[in-house]
């Protein structure tokens, strides 16, 4: 199966190798930035352009792994018109799958549902990615494509898909952001941000095993206020700090209520 | 070195196998309740009494693993006096040094920072041990005791270790809440929780790498209001869930500001 990659950022470049790893073939990288799509088409093992009028049409799917704000403004300057019998997909979770539909006869979304870095190894086998298409032909070649990189294929409609993508922003942005404050916090008290790491660890290891929210410990999921004035003091010269905490701390408090 | 073990719950059961695991030992275990109690005294092969007037007077340390509000109760209910030449500490980190202080004369902080849960395998050697106490000779045993289960031991003081008991509810606690809310919302959505789960190992494998501060990705950090909307939208239904959204969306955007 031959792909064309349109987009050489954090997205396209492990979802490149994905493909290059499997039986499929990357076989054209098309990106706006010369130095990193000729790094990534060398990787590949393929030919590369930073123009998108000599893209190669001899691919069967053209994946667009780009910007969601960019998803439309590419797909409409792609030389492809709404006759050809090519698949396009986007690669987004918040980007519904109609903003294709006017476009081409064949489209689909191919959203691997990951946090993506270039130089962070990943074992892609192990990441879902979420289908669909507007016809059974198209979602049978995504299917295809898709169980050659991952062992995790899920069929979700862009209703459910938006929604995943939200609950994701949850369980990647906002966990994220608690350590971020961990940390910052630890810098401006001069404590090392090292200390707090193997609890870190632990603490996603049983959140992953037993549920989160049976998990769930500390002060205000045990109505500790003793606690919470304590640390609400020590915050009190950092107003944006103890809203945070305020909030979370009220919205534990209501979870288990 | 003899120890006397008050508590067999979480933070106890772990303490108890770590110091059996050493060349220490444990000679006793005081607890509450006779069949969690029994139970560690079997599993660390010593004498166990749910009658704290029954305390072993042989030990050198004692160490009171209890409930933040109890520790004082317990402590002066132990039958070892203010001229007692034995070491008693607790093992909280929210709790500050001085409690203990004018009951005994020899006493300290033995604080390690992790979440504990009877049942789940830990590296206790590799969990940070805070210690602090009243005098140097305590200090020096506490930290001979320390090395002796874990190869990361720190010297706090009470407010550091307040402070750092602050940090980890943001990295423990409330990393677990969004991960527990997310939880929540994909149930009520009738999305399966496990899609997140790669993405949810990858974000922290991440933040323990590079900073977290710099791993932050999202809606939020890169002013995508358009996004922002359609998640709050999504949510308009749920008051609560949609307020959180709000607040730590609020957060990110001050934090990169």
Redesign the interface.
């Known amino acids: 199966m031959k792909i064309v990659l349109i987009g050489a950022g954090n997205v396209g470049h492990h979802l490149g190798l994905a493909i290059h790893q499997s039986d499929a073939e990357v076989i054209q990288v098309i990106g706006r930035k010369a130095k990193k799509t000729s790094h990534l088409a060398k990787i590949l093992n393929c030919s590369y352009s930073t123009n998108i009028d000599e893209i190669s049409q001899d691919a069967e799917v053209y994946l667009l792994a780009v910007p969601?704000?960019q998803i439309l403004k590419v797909a409409e300057s792609l030389p492809l018109g709404k006759t050809a019998s090519q698949i396009i997909a986007h690669t987004s979770g918040?980007t519904a799958l109609g903003v294709l539909g006017d476009l081409f006869s064949n489209f689909g979304v191919f959203y691997p549902?990951?946090?993506f870095?270039i130089g962070?190894k990943?074992e892609f086998s192990?990441?879902?990615v979420?289908l669909e298409s507007n016809n059974e032909e198209t979602l049978t070649k995504l299917t295809s494509l898709a169980e050659k990189v991952s062992q995790?294929v899920?069929f979700l409609d862009s209703e459910?898909r938006?929604?995943?993508h939200?609950?994701?922003?949850?369980?990647?942005?906002?966990?994220?952001?608690?350590?971020?404050?961990?940390?910052?916090?630890?810098s401006s008290?001069n404590?090392e941000?090292e200390?707090?790491?193997?609890?870190?660890?632990?603490?996603?290891a049983?959140?992953?095993?037993?549920?989160?929210?049976i998990?769930?410990?500390?002060?205000?999921?045990r109505n500790?206020s003793?606690?919470i004035w304590?640390?609400l003091d020590?915050?009190k010269d950092d107003p944006?700090l103890s809203?945070?905490?305020w909030?979370?701390t009220r919205?534990?408090e209501?979870?288990y209520d």
């Open positions: 969601d704000d918040g549902l990951q946090t870095t962070r990943l192990q990441i879902p979420c995790k899920y459910k938006a929604k995943i939200l609950a994701a922003v949850f369980a990647n942005n906002f966990t994220n952001h608690m350590l971020a404050k961990a940390e910052q916090y630890c008290e404590l941000f200390i707090l790491k193997p609890l870190i660890k632990e603490t996603v049983k959140a992953m095993t037993i549920n989160p929210s998990a769930q410990t500390g002060p205000a999921r500790d003793k606690t304590t640390h020590l915050l944006q809203k945070l905490y909030e979370v919205s534990i209501n979870f």
